[in-house]
């Protein structure tokens, strides 16, 4: 059935997961815009983040050729966006996740039949409406960008990695006011309330969490080095340490191709890198749906409809 589709999925991660009232506002922002779904939320309270994936029927949508308002998934995309910069302010924000902005990244992923260049536009189309219409400082990376920039190498320039606060906690604005990259949408003097985000478009990535049982963060640091693909551990995965909580660590792990390093292979290889520091380690969990499940989730929710 998911050869025949020709869906979008947008996922939005927005700093805040405390605020209740917030959340409720959002989403009733993409209830606005019914042909595009809410198919799976995912809160963190450790981390104060939040996590939407959206989908819409790209089949008749007119993204694809530059249209920017022909598409109910940038519609709904947008709306919860607008709705979140005016509920929650960056400076009163903390949390043990790394963050630029309010909304601290927008992905697309094309599901189905649907191609790379649909998603592209669509995050382009977004990209540009941040900028113009909302004030908002943007980056574009992946399939989005005309040299196809990674999503990590804008983040290590804009020094998100680094937290800035007692406890490994990122605080407020967290990262340098002179910014190492120029936007590609937005104004070059961010707002502090907002932050900056970025939007991209790539094929599908898998995230994947593990946790462990230690505050040993120095220890957690090692294991993410060991695991991640850009030094020399497994390919196409990128992880970072982070605490969880006052009793826990996790390792945070992105599966750029998770066809071929899933999480399973990742759960062995922390375990292995963490029984060598002398540290206990859980099973791990995925933060969203798999692409089959958000498809059928998606299909169903519409035959209801």
């Known amino acids: ?52 994936t959206l989908v819409s029927d ?11 308002a022909s598409s109910p ?11 979140a910069l005016k509920a929650i302010n960056l400076e009163s924000h903390s949390g043990t996740h790394p ?23 669509l995050a382009k189309n977004l990209a540009a409406n941040f900028g113009g219409n909302l004030q908002l400082t943007t980056f574009l990376y992946g399939a989005a960008h005309q040299e196809g920039r990674p999503l990590d190498h804008i983040r290590r320039q804009l020094g ?14 967290a990262a340098s006011d002179s910014m190492a990259l120029k936007p590609d949408e937005g104004p070059i003097h961010l707002d502090r309330a907002k932050g900056i985000t970025l939007v991209g478009a790539t094929t599908w990535v898998d995230n994947y969490n593990v946790p462990i049982l ?38 945070a792990c992105n599966l750029l ?9 990742v759960q062995r290889e922390v375990e292995r890198l963490a029984k060598e520091e002398g540290m206990s380690v859980e099973m791990g969990y995925f933060t969203d749906l798999s692409q ?13 409809e």
């Open 1 to 52: 059935m998911m050869k025949q589709c020709i869906l979008a999925c947008c996922k939005i991660y927005i700093s805040e997961s405390r605020n209740a009232r917030a959340l409720e506002a959002i989403e009733r922002a993409a209830t606005l815009h019914p042909e595009a779904a809410i198919v799976n939320k995912f809160e963190d309270s450790a981390y104060n983040r939040v996590g939407y």
């Open 58 to 68: 790209v089949a008749r949508d007119k993204a694809s050729a530059g249209s920017a």
């Open 73 to 83: 998934l940038q519609q709904a995309a947008y709306a919860m966006v607008e709705t």
């Open 99 to 121: 963050r630029l902005g309010v909304v601290d990244h927008v992905c697309f992923h094309p599901l189905g039949q649907a191609s790379i260049d649909v998603a592209a536009q």
């Open 160 to 173: 998100y990695f680094k937290p800035n606060s007692v406890d490994n906690q990122w605080v407020g604005w």
């Open 214 to 251: 230690s505050t040993d963060i120095a220890a957690a640091r090692r294991i993410a080095r060991q695991v991640s693909g850009r030094n020399g551990g497994l390919p196409g995965v990128q992880a970072m340490a982070l605490l969880h909580g006052k009793e826990r660590l996790e390792i």
């Open 257 to 265: 191709d998770p066809s071929r390093i899933g999480g399973e292979r």
């Open 292 to 304: 089959e499940q958000i498809v059928q989730k998606f299909l169903k929710l519409k035959s209801v």
